[in-house]
């Protein structure tokens, strides 16, 4: 992650090209300020990510591109990083064959947890989800590490 950290930081090249160009291409160059999240997504559609599946990779670029389409300037204005769009747990030096960077629920970032599905509200903290039955919040902060609260017997208030 700390490598898509700095690409999304530097200037991006003149004839860089994304499917995100009728995006930024709206857009006077004053407020084209909320562009770094553009920046990092477009390194992100450059290569997948390691340890991360080719069609994981593949639906966060199409949720990613309808999230920035529909929430970039209110992301931005809210204060919302590439970590927390786009961020992935950093891999252990020697991971283990079974080893998924999406595992570890606390580090994922919201595109990555879209899954097809759509953001219906965004506020400082949480993105609110649009699912079947209803919607499910995603927590900017303090994720817990198993996944959403109610996963451990400590979100419930029992010892162990």
């Known amino acids: ?3 898509y950290l700095e690409i999304f930081r530097r200037t991006p090249a003149p004839r860089e090209k994304s499917e995100l160009s009728e995006i930024t291409h709206s857009h006077n160059e004053q ?3 909320f562009s770094r999240l553009i920046r990092f997504f477009r390194e992100l559609e450059r290569r997948c990510p390691l340890h991360i599946n080719p069609a994981d990779w593949q639906q966060a670029l199409d949720d990613g591109r309808k999230f920035l389409a529909s929430w ?3 992301a931005d204005a809210l204060g919302w990083t ?4 786009f961020g992935l747990h950093t891999p252990p030096e020697n991971p283990a064959p079974n080893y998924r960077r999406l595992s570890r629920y606390d580090k994922t970032g919201l595109v990555w947890l879209l899954r097809g599905r759509r953001v ?7 993105a609110l989800i649009e699912t079947a039955t209803g919607t499910v919040a995603f ?3 303090n994720k817990p590490a198993l996944g959403p609260l109610g996963d451990s017997l400590d979100d419930m208030g029992q010892d162990t």
């Open 120 to 126: 219906v509200a965004l506020t400082k903290d949480t």
């Open 139 to 141: 927590r900017r902060y």
């Open 82 to 85: 590439p970590a927390d769009l």
């Open 72 to 74: 970039c300037e209110q």
């Open 31 to 33: 407020q084209n300020d």
């Open 1 to 3: 992650m700390g490598r």
